[in-house]
């Protein structure tokens, strides 16, 4: 399976800040079996972000976008998703926010979304390392069957 992940921030875009969530899922994906085929840092500019989406999908079967899912009027990455995909799959951005409450109830700030485009499945992640890290462990729990019904294999 091939995965991309796309870190989506203005400061790291800029070099100002080490990029430490996208690092850390390229190597959880890459750990627990997946090939990293892109990845890449955008500032949070809306149409970017949806043509870097819409470019990849169709090439990888996982994105996973991490950064500009807060409150602030630079983050537009789930707006960009929304643009990006043709089917929501909003149980898993749910799922997500969960399994974070559980630790912190900052994750109910998450506006991240998630949907399919084609057959990639696109993922929002916060930028926090510390959210990266809890939304990677949940995500992990539910991406092996999601893949199979992606593929057709049934439920």
């Known amino acids: 399976m091939k995965a991309a992940v796309l870190t989506i921030s203005d400061s790291c875009f800029k070099g100002t800040r080490v990029d430490e969530s996208g690092e850390y899922i390229a190597q959880t994906l890459s750990h627990s079996g997946w090939e990293i085929a892109h990845k ?83 993922v929002n992640l916060p930028g926090s390392l510390n959210a990266v890290k809890d939304g990677m462990e949940a995500l992990l729990k539910i991406l092996p069957h999601a893949m199979e019904m992606i593929a057709g294999k049934g439920h």
Do not use: Q
């Open 40 to 122: 890449e840092i955008l500032p949070d500019e809306k149409a970017l972000i949806k043509e870097k989406l819409i470019h990849w999908a169709g090439f990888v079967d996982l994105i996973i976008t991490t950064g500009g899912t807060g409150f602030s009027s630079r983050d537009v990455t789930p707006e960009a998703t929304l643009e990006a995909i043709e089917r929501r799959a909003p149980g898993i951005s749910e799922f997500l926010r969960h399994e974070g409450l559980m630790k912190t109830p900052n994750a109910s700030l998450s506006r991240g979304e998630a949907g399919l485009r084609g057959k990639t499945l696109i």
